[in-house]
């Protein structure tokens, strides 16, 4: 049975909670993200939230998102691009994007050739029908 340790694992190097915005929060996100944090919708998005008309996106603090500090504070209530990262479906299809996305995250496995990580990363999908890092 395919791990998924056997092509990822998160370093915590934090680079894809760094830059000037974030991933944007569905509406499941948010509801998510309320109940992890233990507070009123209304505080999370007055402390937490930057929104602009119907997008909503974490404040970016110090050029990171907010819940940013040696890794992830609000991991079990993270939007699920978050959890998806950096395993995004588009690696299957595009061997540029893999490429790429490897490029900016060393938790990707280096001795894993581009074969070998579709074949694993589809018999996870497989078996998980989706895959949350
Ligand atoms: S997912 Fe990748 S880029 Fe993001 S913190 Fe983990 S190792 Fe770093
Ligand atoms: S919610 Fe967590 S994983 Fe997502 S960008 Fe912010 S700190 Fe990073």
């Known amino acids: 049975m395919a791990d998924l340790k056997d092509i990822f ?3 915590q190097c934090g680079y894809c909670c760094q830059g000037e915005t974030t991933v944007s929060l569905d509406e ?3 509801k998510r993200m309320v109940e ?3 507070i009123s919708e209304a505080e999370v998005r007055e402390k937490y939230w930057r929104v602009t008309g119907s997008v909503v996106q974490m404040k970016i603090v110090d050029g990171h998102c907010i819940f940013y500090d040696e890794g992830c504070t609000v991991h ?4 699920w691009r978050c959890a998806q990262w ?12 893999f490429e790429t996305i490897r490029a900016s995250c060393p938790g990707i496995k ?5 074969e070998d990580f579709c074949r694993i990363l589809k018999e996870i999908m497989a078996a998980q029908g989706t895959v949350h890092c």
């Open 9 to 11: 694992e998160c370093t």
């Open 28 to 30: 499941n996100d948010q």
């Open 36 to 38: 992890a944090l233990a």
């Open 76 to 79: 079990q209530g993270r939007p």
């Open 86 to 97: 950096p395993l995004h479906p588009s690696i299957l299809s595009d061997r540029d994007n």
């Open 110 to 114: 280096r001795e894993v050739s581009y």
